[in-house]
């Protein structure tokens, strides 16, 4: 390759991850509550809302992988009578 087409290459591989960096960020942004700069009360909401979300999620995440792996457990562990 010649040294323009290289540039030209480069250019266009700066420009094209520039452009899927740039929406990523965007879409980071409108997810976000608008909580002003020193709004502790706010942001403190928001931070106690997204606790209580994660820990929802995770908690059904694991209650579906123990009742999946419970039948398995009753078919390895015979029960004593």
């Given at each position: 390759?010649?040294?323009?087409?290289?540039?030209?290459?480069?250019?266009?591989?700066?420009?094209?991850?520039?452009?899927?960096?740039?929406?990523?960020?965007?879409?980071?942004?409108?997810?976000q509550?608008?909580?002003?700069?020193?709004?502790?009360i706010?942001?403190?909401?928001?931070?106690?809302?997204?606790?209580?979300?994660?820990?929802?999620?995770?908690?059904?995440?694991?209650?579906?992988?123990?009742?999946?792996?419970?039948?398995?457990?009753?078919?390895?562990?015979?029960?004593?009578?």
């Open positions: 390759m010649t040294k323009q087409k290289k540039r030209k290459n480069r250019i266009l591989l700066l420009i094209i991850s520039f452009f899927f960096l740039n929406l990523n960020f965007q879409s980071l942004k409108a997810n509550s608008e909580c002003k700069k020193f709004d502790i706010c942001k403190s909401k928001q931070f106690a809302e997204d606790t209580i979300e994660y820990q929802k999620k995770e908690f059904n995440d694991a209650k579906k992988q123990f009742n999946k792996n419970k039948d398995e457990f009753k078919k390895i562990i015979p029960k004593k009578d």
